[in-house]
């Protein structure tokens, strides 16, 4: 063997200067651990990875890429499905955010500032001495990480009880975030935002709401180094259930019925058809055509069960028998509780490619049907072929439904990328027209999201990119911009 | 020895649960490393992936970054991909991390250089430090051991050369008990933990094989060993390599805690100290040998036992495991810092073990922290009133 003397990437030794050479790799086995998401999607090669500690940091980095020219593309968790960023194939400069982990709690005020790395768990793990807890996300619990979420999800994703408190961009306070200049700002009435204020405070009072800008944007506008978000006493008494229904017309008019109801009766509400991978993970083959888990949350138990025994009317109204504890169990871990099932089950599913997106309640059944029969009908020989399978989830937001398809293989099948690059496409496309493609602001989801942007919103969109990254450093090509 | 492995490391995911779980962050190399993926279970396998696949070169760099791996299995215990028929988990990151140096080693890259003199100690005097084989023995002197028996006590190269008040406790307590314990002298070599780990595959069976026939020659039906890491080798890679074995083999602190619980034994020696037990890797979470330490400690007149937050199958490794200790002396030292705050920060006064290698790696951290750390053989010979 011959010892040859490391060639380091010309950029290697100013980052190191940044960050200290302990976090900076270059060397090809380490790109190659972050060259792909859990998607198909085929991956980007970076040139460069980096791990900042501050967002001092993180802001160093970004000036240098001004200077140099070379792109950054960010990776939180890792844990997405819409394939990475592309930017500009081994010469990216991979920014790492998971040494960004503090999460300080700050009871008196209701608020915990996350370091855009902190993992949701640690998140909770914090918060959970106090009795608090945040929304976040709901799987994948241990993975994700804070940052990520905000940035690369739309509605910054969603957690244990979407259902009754809506998506998450909605309990974030504001952001610190590095412009694509290398320029910090803080929004949410924060020091940038008020010149009195030392920290984010409020974010419904700043004037323009800047935080949203960021929120989505899959770091095209800036690097996201700290969310503040709002957190809630854990609610005294939590109880879950399930309910298994013989149809697909059944099990619709049971979740649209409850959310109809004037009475709040759940806090997270999630229906799976039983050839949903995560069921048959969790309770092997059932019978019947899908099940309906819900949690319900309140500060006496009285009034947690007087809200079951109405959830019970209404689901047994419509043909559905309880189900068995193993999909109690779901319920009572996944659609509250810590998440850590839905992690596991997340786990258990991956590799894995989503179709996710939002209909308005009255069109959602027929436009689910209109998802599955491209999955079941459309692509039934090829899925057969490649051993690709899928299964459809939703979940009541707000006024909408959240209508999901996750799309699962076996990663050893030759050519069946492929296939789902192919699949994945054809409903996206059905997405695109039917209704409002809703999932990763990263990679792919968000060139194919992007694609159906009018002559008009794609001007305001690429102005706004223009002027706050004129050089384009910041994950070029992404959102087609 | 990585083509073995070529469905497992496919059929990872890449979720990322072997980085943080329910206890928060889960390998100690990446809290102490620059913390990329490639030290991470997702890292490793999709590394392994692509030079199965023809993407990826051996080099140097990853030779010494697969080097740093404990093999402490808190991946493993934490991966969520199971076989949905059989629930058994389809991904043993230790044996893909193995299975990767034994390929590295033989593409002419590495072991790091410690290792290379272990390998050499290893082949010359049977022990990875390099001692004189005619001392492996001295432990035993004056016990007057008979070298054939049904128990044979397999007592290691840390607590042969390095501590052997273990070996003289573990043995003392087992006579106590009414076990009469054989020994194999000189004829023990060292388990091959080393060997498995350092990539040098052809050597580690070459133990392994004289290892097996020295304790058949001795008439072993039962082996008995106070080292967590070469009971694992005994009991579990074997006869994985060599096939079924003619013999059972037991941790030290599984027959002691049956001893106390049939009154063979008690420990009525006031021990008025407050303790904490740290779970050795290849006991705990490889053989899933958690409660007889446990019972055994909560059975000393006037001691007290008080868990560490991670504990059982979420304990921290002590930093040595896999010949890290040896590879990356400072890595190791760093991780036994961590695992020796964490007891400080209980009102643990003592950490025991039951693996000298343990023992060994914390004693050195536990002196900055004004912290005692004991075998648990120790422990209980003088819970026995006893001095070893």
Same mark, same amino acid.
């Not at chain 1, 968790?77 to 998971?98: C, F, L, S, W, Y």
């Not at chain 2, 070298?147 to 390095?162: H, K, P, S």
């Given at each position: 063997?011959?010892?040859?003397?490391?060639?380091?990437?010309?950029?290697?030794?100013?980052?190191?200067?940044?960050?200290?050479?302990?976090?900076?790799?270059?060397?090809?086995?380490?790109?190659?651990?972050?060259?792909?998401?859990?998607?198909?999607?085929?991956?980007?090669?970076?040139?460069?990875?980096?791990?900042?500690?501050?967002?001092?940091?993180?802001?160093?980095?970004?000036?240098?890429?001004?200077?140099?020219?070379?792109?950054?593309?960010?990776?939180?968790?890792?844990?997405?499905?819409?394939?990475?960023?592309?930017?500009?194939?081994?010469?990216?400069?991979?920014?790492?955010?998971?040494?960004?982990?503090?999460?300080?709690?700050?009871?008196?005020?209701?608020?915990?500032?996350?370091?855009?790395?902190?993992?949701?768990?640690?998140?909770?793990?914090?918060?959970?001495?106090?009795?608090?807890?945040?929304?976040?996300?709901?799987?994948?619990?241990?993975?994700?990480?804070?940052?990520?979420?905000?940035?690369?999800?739309?509605?910054?994703?969603?957690?244990?009880?979407?259902?009754?408190?809506?998506?998450?961009?909605?309990?974030?306070?504001?952001?610190?975030?590095?412009?694509?200049?290398?320029?910090?700002?803080?929004?949410?009435?924060?020091?940038?935002?008020?010149?009195?204020?030392?920290?984010?405070?409020?974010?419904?009072?700043?004037?323009?709401?800047?935080?949203?800008?960021?929120?989505?944007?899959?770091?095209?506008?800036?690097?996201?180094?700290?969310?503040?978000?709002?957190?809630?006493?854990?609610?005294?008494?939590?109880?879950?259930?399930?309910?298994?229904?013989?149809?697909?017309?059944?099990?619709?008019?049971?979740?649209?019925?409850?959310?109809?109801?004037?009475?709040?009766?759940?806090?997270?509400?999630?229906?799976?058809?039983?050839?949903?991978?995560?069921?048959?993970?969790?309770?092997?083959?059932?019978?019947?055509?899908?099940?309906?888990?819900?949690?319900?949350?309140?500060?006496?138990?009285?009034?947690?069960?007087?809200?079951?025994?109405?959830?019970?009317?209404?689901?047994?109204?419509?043909?559905?028998?309880?189900?068995?504890?193993?999909?109690?169990?779901?319920?009572?871990?996944?659609?509250?509780?810590?998440?850590?099932?839905?992690?596991?089950?997340?786990?258990?599913?991956?590799?894995?490619?989503?179709?996710?997106?939002?209909?308005?309640?009255?069109?959602?059944?027929?436009?689910?049907?209109?998802?599955?029969?491209?999955?079941?009908?459309?692509?039934?020989?090829?899925?057969?072929?490649?051993?690709?399978?899928?299964?459809?989830?939703?979940?009541?937001?707000?006024?909408?439904?959240?209508?999901?398809?996750?799309?699962?293989?076996?990663?050893?099948?030759?050519?069946?990328?492929?296939?789902?690059?192919?699949?994945?496409?054809?409903?996206?496309?059905?997405?695109?027209?039917?209704?409002?493609?809703?999932?990763?602001?990263?990679?792919?989801?968000?060139?194919?999201?992007?694609?159906?942007?009018?002559?008009?919103?794609?001007?305001?969109?690429?102005?706004?990119?223009?002027?706050?990254?004129?050089?384009?450093?910041?994950?070029?090509?992404?959102?087609?911009? | 020895?990585?083509?073995?492995?070529?469905?497992?490391?496919?059929?990872?995911?890449?979720?990322?649960?072997?980085?943080?779980?329910?206890?928060?962050?889960?390998?100690?190399?990446?809290?102490?490393?620059?913390?990329?993926?490639?030290?991470?279970?997702?890292?490793?396998?999709?590394?392994?992936?692509?030079?199965?696949?023809?993407?990826?070169?051996?080099?140097?760099?990853?030779?010494?970054?697969?080097?740093?791996?404990?093999?402490?299995?808190?991946?493993?215990?934490?991966?969520?991909?199971?076989?949905?028929?059989?629930?058994?988990?389809?991904?043993?990151?230790?044996?893909?991390?193995?299975?990767?140096?034994?390929?590295?080693?033989?593409?002419?890259?590495?072991?790091?250089?410690?290792?290379?003199?272990?390998?050499?100690?290893?082949?010359?005097?049977?022990?990875?430090?390099?001692?004189?084989?005619?001392?492996?023995?001295?432990?035993?002197?004056?016990?007057?051991?008979?070298?054939?028996?049904?128990?044979?006590?397999?007592?290691?190269?840390?607590?042969?050369?390095?501590?052997?008040?273990?070996?003289?406790?573990?043995?003392?307590?087992?006579?106590?008990?009414? !076990?009469?314990?054989?020994?194999?002298?000189? &004829?023990? $070599? *060292? /388990? =091959?933990?080393?060997?498995?780990?350092?990539?040098?595959? +052809?050597?580690?069976?070459?133990?392994?094989?004289?290892?097996?026939?020295?304790?058949?020659?001795?008439?072993?039906?039962?082996?008995?060993?106070?080292?967590?890491?070469?009971?694992?080798?005994?009991?579990?890679?074997?006869?994985?390599?060599?096939?079924?074995?003619?013999?059972?083999?037991?941790?030290?602190?599984?027959?002691?805690?049956?001893?106390?619980?049939?009154?063979?034994?008690?420990?009525?020696?006031?021990?008025?100290?407050?303790?904490?037990?740290?779970?050795?890797?290849?006991?705990?979470?490889?053989?899933?040998?958690?409660?007889?330490?446990?019972?055994?400690?909560?059975?000393?007149?006037?001691?007290?036992? !008080?868990?560490?937050?991670?504990?059982?199958? &979420?304990? $921290? *490794? /002590? =930093?040595?495991?896999?010949?890290?200790?040896?590879?990356? +002396?400072?890595?190791?030292?760093?991780?036994?810092?961590?695992?020796?705050?964490?007891?400080?920060?209980?009102?643990?006064?003592?950490?025991?073990?039951?693996?000298?290698?343990?023992?060994?790696?914390?004693?050195?951290?536990?002196?900055?922290?004004?912290?005692?750390?004991?075998?648990?053989?120790?422990?209980?010979?003088?819970?026995?009133?006893?001095?070893?």
């Amino acid at each position: 063997m011959v010892t040859m003397a490391i060639r380091h990437h010309h950029l290697h030794d100013p980052l190191a200067a940044i960050v200290g050479s302990k976090y900076v790799a270059d060397e090809d086995f380490v790109l190659e651990t972050y060259s792909r998401d859990i998607s198909a999607f085929p991956g980007s090669m970076p040139g460069i990875i980096v791990r900042p500690g501050t967002t001092e940091e993180v802001s160093e980095i970004v000036k240098l890429a001004n200077r140099t020219g070379y792109p950054i593309v960010l990776k939180g968790g890792g844990q997405a499905g819409g394939g990475v960023t592309k930017g500009e194939p081994t010469r990216n400069i991979v920014i790492d955010m998971g040494r960004l982990d503090k999460v300080e709690v700050d009871i008196a005020n209701l608020k915990a500032t996350c370091g855009a790395g902190a993992r949701n768990s640690r998140i909770d793990d914090a918060l959970r001495p106090y009795g608090y807890y945040a929304n976040t996300v709901i799987g994948p619990y241990f993975t994700a990480t804070i940052g990520g979420v905000t940035s690369g999800i739309a509605g910054a994703g969603f957690g244990k009880n979407v259902s009754s408190v809506g998506c998450n961009w909605g309990h974030i306070l504001g952001l610190k975030v590095v412009l694509p200049t290398g320029d910090i700002i803080t929004t949410g009435a924060g020091p940038d935002s008020n010149i009195y204020r030392k920290d984010i405070e409020f974010r419904e009072v700043t004037g323009p709401d800047l935080t949203s800008l960021f929120i989505g944007s899959g770091g095209a506008l800036g690097i996201i180094t700290e969310v503040a978000i709002k957190i809630y006493p854990i609610p005294k008494y939590s109880k879950a259930a399930s309910y298994v229904f013989d149809t697909m017309e059944n099990i619709w008019a049971a979740q649209l019925k409850m959310a109809e109801s004037p009475t709040v009766l759940y806090t997270n509400l999630i229906m799976f058809e039983m050839a949903n991978h995560m069921v048959r993970a969790m309770a092997g083959d059932m019978h019947g055509y899908g099940a309906l888990f819900m949690a319900v949350e309140g500060d006496s138990e009285a009034d947690v069960d007087l809200r079951l025994k109405e959830i019970e009317k209404i689901c047994t109204g419509f043909g559905a028998t309880r189900g068995t504890p193993a999909l109690d169990h779901y319920a009572a871990t996944g659609a509250t509780g810590t998440g850590a099932f839905v992690h596991d089950v997340c786990a258990m599913s991956c590799p894995f490619m989503t179709w996710e997106s939002m209909s308005t309640r009255s069109q959602s059944l027929e436009y689910a049907k209109g998802m599955l029969d491209i999955l079941n009908n459309q692509f039934k020989e090829e899925n057969a072929k490649y051993r690709t399978s899928g299964g459809l989830y939703t979940v009541p937001i707000a006024n909408t439904m959240l209508i999901g398809i996750t799309i699962h293989w076996d990663d050893t099948v030759p050519g069946v990328e492929e296939h789902n690059r192919k699949l994945w496409k054809a409903g996206a496309d059905f997405m695109l027209k039917n209704g409002t493609f809703s999932a990763y602001a990263q990679g792919n989801h968000s060139s194919s999201i992007s694609s159906a942007w009018s002559p008009t919103y794609y001007k305001v969109m690429s102005g706004i990119k223009k002027t706050l990254d004129p050089n384009n450093i910041l994950n070029p090509g992404l959102w087609n911009l | 020895m990585l083509e073995k492995y070529k469905q497992a490391v496919t059929v990872c995911s890449r979720c990322g649960m072997c980085i943080v779980g329910e206890n928060g962050y889960i390998c100690p190399v990446q809290q102490h490393s620059g913390g990329f993926d490639p030290s991470v279970a997702r890292g490793r396998n999709q590394i392994a992936r692509a030079i199965l696949e023809g993407r990826l070169k051996y080099s140097d760099e990853l030779m010494e970054s697969t080097f740093t791996c404990l093999g402490c299995d808190n991946c493993h215990e934490q991966c969520g991909r199971v076989d949905p028929r059989t629930g058994e988990k389809l991904i043993d990151e230790g044996k893909i991390t193995r299975a990767l140096r034994v390929d590295l080693v033989k593409a002419g890259y590495g072991p790091p250089e410690p290792l290379k003199a272990v390998d050499a100690n290893m082949e010359k005097v049977h022990n990875p430090f390099g001692e004189p084989e005619g001392r492996r023995s001295a432990w035993a002197a004056g016990l007057n051991l008979p070298v054939r028996g049904d128990t044979v006590y397999f007592a290691g190269c840390y607590a042969a050369y390095r501590n052997p008040k273990i070996a003289r406790a573990t043995v003392a307590v087992l006579q106590k008990g009414g !076990v009469n314990v054989a020994y194999l002298g000189e &004829n023990e $070599w *060292c /388990c =091959g933990v080393p060997e498995l780990w350092d990539g040098n595959a +052809p050597l580690s069976e070459e133990v392994i094989q004289h290892n097996v026939e020295a304790l058949k020659a001795a008439g072993a039906k039962r082996v008995v060993t106070s080292c967590a890491g070469c009971f694992h080798a005994l009991k579990s890679d074997y006869p994985e390599i060599i096939g079924k074995l003619p013999f059972e083999v037991v941790h030290s602190s599984e027959v002691i805690a049956d001893l106390i619980a049939s009154g063979k034994i008690t420990l009525d020696t006031e021990v008025a100290t407050t303790f904490t037990y740290h779970d050795p890797c290849h006991l705990g979470r490889y053989e899933k040998v958690y409660e007889p330490p446990r019972a055994i400690l909560k059975s000393i007149k006037g001691a007290k036992f !008080v868990e560490m937050p991670r504990n059982k199958n &979420n304990a $921290w *490794c /002590c =930093g040595g495991g896999s010949v890290v200790a040896v590879a990356f +002396p400072d890595l190791a030292r760093d991780i036994a810092d961590d695992r020796v705050q964490e007891a400080k920060g209980t009102e643990a006064e003592a950490i025991v073990s039951a693996c000298p290698l343990c023992e060994n790696g914390l004693t050195q951290s536990a002196r900055k922290a004004k912290m005692e750390v004991y075998d648990l053989s120790v422990v209980v010979a003088n819970a026995m009133g006893m001095h070893v």
